[in-house]
């Protein structure tokens, strides 16, 4: 107990601040920093297991959280029956040729030997398959964007419940993982690091611009909802009774029935957006405590000691008889993988996808700052980083505003410079960042809560 | 005549603005590199670095514009860029005594120093945000074009224009001049040497006398001119916004590593190719065919290899060969 005592305080510090939001500001605006929590928390838990078990720099989180985003869509979104009647042949058509070219190059590079040659039939099979796909798909992706393209103009989805798409999200990012991973993971840890995070722009470039798939920048919206809607909850009987039951007191003091009616809608409104707010919260809180135990699991098994065995000297661990690129391709992907979860619930809680949104300072250096901040290779350390760090970011602007009216307040109201201050206090945000990474990396470079190794 | 004016449109809408988009590329990509060669570590703020450089030149700008200071025809920025060299080169002093001296003297590795630059990026981005807001601002002032379209049609009598905008030519002079500078620098003259054997074996330099600290300073100083001088050309060419110096990175980073990281004149030649592939492969040739087929070959389609949303994908996807097949770049790297 006693060698927990600083994870245990440093978690119910955390706890008290988002209660302490929800006391001073609101439950709304504390539940919806406690679920992006949640969620950081998530993402945090895939970088932390790549970096900090096995030493992998990955700046691609952008691009992974984008493909979970994009599974979310491609699951939960009733299809299109038009488009695909339109234009789903050629689509398919060109599917089957890009695994057509796949296996092609595949049995070039198995069938000959290295050679000049084999790189330019390589080049030629994959250009002339690049140009019979545009061929093909080109007229079945025009048709498709021009069905209704105000509300659908793409394919839409599978209608599934978009629950089932947090595990299809982790499906696509990590199949995007063994891929970049079998092509990146030799190389050195900053070209590594350049070469995700270029990729992973790469990933954008394709969400942002193929309309027929995502519907790019004209967004999904109105998503399906694994929880109720507030709309109908405000209907329901027995919500309103529990509502009128908490604020019993409340109510109590207003004499006026009509008052009193009104001030109960009130309440109901309110509830029901926490209500909602809290049912996503139970589902992330599964969603963070399922990958806990098992990456604490892994951590402390023998696969989580040849990991930190490679992490430190790879060269060692190889000439143990460990495979390493083996194992780096495989925490890769798993690590990649959480983060595509964490993308689908992203999505998921907002109830829609906006492809222009995905930008890598949000989504993937800041997850860094995250992991960094909060305790690499140390899973709980990992999780209060995602928390501390995305409370910070959310309830900077409030402390930047109050920094300011403290430091000016010996200005006038209109005073430029104050004015000026107060207009960019949503800018402190990246200062608070800066400055809190850049102490941490100086003062604690282990984290707010260090890697602990104990042999059992 | 239909060849000529084939030719003037590929001037026009390719060569023109893909040198001077290359010429912005390569000195980004020569300050990524120097940092990268000297002080061994990828720095992730190199586009924040950039726009703050810029930041405080447009600041000048505007303040020899409001005491009336002008350069003619030339824009007023150009007075400007000593001054913003020297704010430029103070910031990065003081970063490096308070943020990377400490790891350096530790010794680091690589990885690390990469991390803190991540910091260094934030916070350099708050302060830029901070000071001069996160909106798009232009600064260009002066003479806008050297040859406007229509002058060159009424000239030459050809259908097709050639429009040369006064920044591109700036940016393309300034680029040769600095870049031919710094390479006789790095060359000719015994810091330049000594920079270049601190790049190739730190250990032996420190032995044969190289003072670390003076070395440090003066790569410093040179990335301050480079940083400030790059993004000054890139904001008169298009205009300065914070959040797209940030992205700038990405096609800086790019090409720096497919010439070859840690060596400069790949870093140079490096930007031209990011550039011109980007452009040559994104651009609709339909036209061109037009002017160059019989006219019973004529091309339906636009031609285009692939649309324009997908430049900056092109340039990745070249980086990404060229690490697959060569990772020491296009010209071999690590050699300053």
């Known amino acids: 107990m006693r060698k927990n005592l600083n994870v245990i305080a440093a978690y119910s510090i955390m706890m008290g601040l988002i209660i302490l939001v929800g ?49 979310a869509v491609l699951i939960s ?8 009647s339109a234009g789903g042949i050629n689509i398919l058509l060109s599917l089957f040729l890009i695994i057509g070219i796949v296996l092609a190059v595949r049995f070039v590079l198995k069938r000959y030997q290295k050679s000049k040659i084999r790189n330019y039939i390589i080049a030629a099979i994959i250009i002339g398959g690049i140009i ?44 995007l993982a063994f891929v970049i991973g079998k092509v990146a993971l030799g190389l050195r840890a900053d070209y590594l690091a350049i070469a995700t995070l270029l990729i992973s722009e790469i990933v954008i470039a394709i969400i942002k611009h193929e309309d027929w798939l995502t519907r790019g920048v004209k967004n999904v919206i109105g998503l399906k909802r694994p929880a109720p809607y507030e709309v109908n909850l405000q209907e329901i009987e027995w919500f309103i009774n529990l509502v009128e039951k908490f604020n019993s007191g409340k109510l109590a003091l207003i004499s006026d029935i009509t008052e009193r009616q009104t001030a109960l809608n009130q309440f109901v409104i309110e509830g029901s957006s926490v209500f909602v707010k809290l049912c996503y919260s139970g589902l992330f809180l599964v969603v963070v405590i399922i990958l806990l135990i098992l990456t604490q699991k892994a951590l402390y098994s023998p696969w989580g000691r040849m990991m930190r065995a490679i992490r430190d000297n790879e060269e060692a661990a190889n000439a143990m008889g460990k495979n390493v690129v083996k194992q780096h391709l495989l925490i890769f992907v798993l690590g990649s993988a959480i983060v595509g979860i964490a993308g689908a619930m992203l999505v998921t809680q907002d109830g829609l996808f906006t492809p222009g949104s995905y930008r890598p300072l949000r989504y993937t250096f800041l997850i860094w700052v995250m992991v960094i901040v909060g305790g690499s290779g140390n899973n709980f350390g990992a999780i209060l980083g995602g928390f501390v760090v995305w409370f910070l970011w959310i ?34 945000r990246f200062l608070m960042m800066g400055i809190g990474l850049l102490l941490i990396m100086r003062y604690r470079p282990k984290g707010i809560l260090p890697e602990k190794i104990e042999i059992k | ?75 007023t920025a150009l007075l400007a860029i ?76 050809l259908n097709e224009g050639l429009a040369i905008k006064s920044t591109q030519v700036i940016t393309i002079v300034v680029t040769i001049i600095l870049v031919s500078t710094l390479f006789w620098f790095l060359n000719k003259t015994k810091t330049g040497k000594s920079m270049r054997a601190y790049s190739d074996n730190e250990d032996l330099a420190l032995l044969s006398g190289i003072d670390p600290k003076k070395i440090v300073m003066i790569t410093w100083m040179i990335a301050a001119i480079l940083a400030t001088i790059g993004g000054v050309l890139y904001g008169l060419d298009k205009s300065f916004k914070p959040f797209t110096y940030f992205n700038n990175m990405l096609p800086i980073f790019a090409a720096a590593i497919v010439g070859g990281i840690g060596n400069p004149f790949g870093a140079f030649l490096g930007g031209y190719v990011i550039a011109f592939s980007e452009i040559l492969l994104t651009y609709a040739y339909k036209k061109f065919f037009m002017y160059v087929l019989p006219q019973s070959m004529e091309p339906d389609g636009l031609i285009q290899l692939l649309s324009t949303d997908y430049k900056f994908a092109v340039s990745f996807s070249i980086l990404v060969i060229v690490l697959l097949y060569r990772p020491s770049g296009i010209f071999k790297g690590k050699i300053l």
């Not at chain 2, 912005?24 to 726009?51: E, K």
Request: glycine share 10%; charged share 10%; net charge negative.
């Open chain 1, 23 to 71: 006391i001073f500001q609101s439950w709304n605006i504390a539940l919806s920093i406690f679920n992006l929590c949640l969620i950081s928390a998530v993402m945090t838990m895939g970088a932390n297991i790549q970096w900090g078990y096995a030493g992998l720099i990955n700046f691609g989180i952008m691009g992974f959280t984008a493909l979970g985003g994009l599974a």
């Open chain 1, 77 to 84: 979104v009733n299809p299109v029956q038009e488009a695909w």
């Open chain 1, 132 to 175: 019979i796909i545009r061929l093909v798909s080109e007229p079945g992706i025009e048709a498709i964007e021009e069905v209704n393209p105000a509300r659908t103009g793409f394919l839409g989805g599978l209608g599934l419940p978009i629950i089932f798409s947090w595990i299809v999200g982790a499906f696509f990012a990590g199949g």
């Open chain 1, 395 to 428: 309830e900077a602007a409030p402390i930047g505003l109050y920094l300011v009216n403290l430091t000016t307040a010996g200005l006038e109201d209109t005073h430029f410079l104050k004015v000026h201050l107060i207009e960019s206090v949503p800018y402190f």
């Open chain 2, 1 to 75: 005549m239909d060849a000529l004016n084939a030719l003037i449109l590929l001037l026009n809408y390719i060569f023109v603005p893909a040198l001077a988009y290359g010429s912005q590329l390569a000195i980004g990509a020569i300050f990524v590199t120097l940092i990268y060669g000297i002080l061994r570590f990828a720095n992730f703020a190199t586009g924040d670095m950039m726009s703050f450089g810029t930041m405080v030149a447009i600041l000048f700008t505007w303040y020899f514009q409001s005491i009336g200071l002008s350069l003619g025809f030339l824009p």
């Open chain 2, 82 to 157: 000593p001054f913003a060299i020297l704010f430029m080169g103070l910031y990065m002093l003081i970063i490096d005594k308070f943020v990377f001296k400490y790891y350096r003297l530790n010794k680091s590795p690589p990885v690390q120093l990469a991390m803190v630059s991540i910091g260094v990026m934030f916070v350099t981005q708050a302060v830029v945000r901070i000071i001069i807001g996160p909106s798009d601002r232009r600064f260009f002032d002066g003479e806008k074009f050297l040859i406007r379209a229509n002058e060159f049609k009424e000239m030459t009598g």
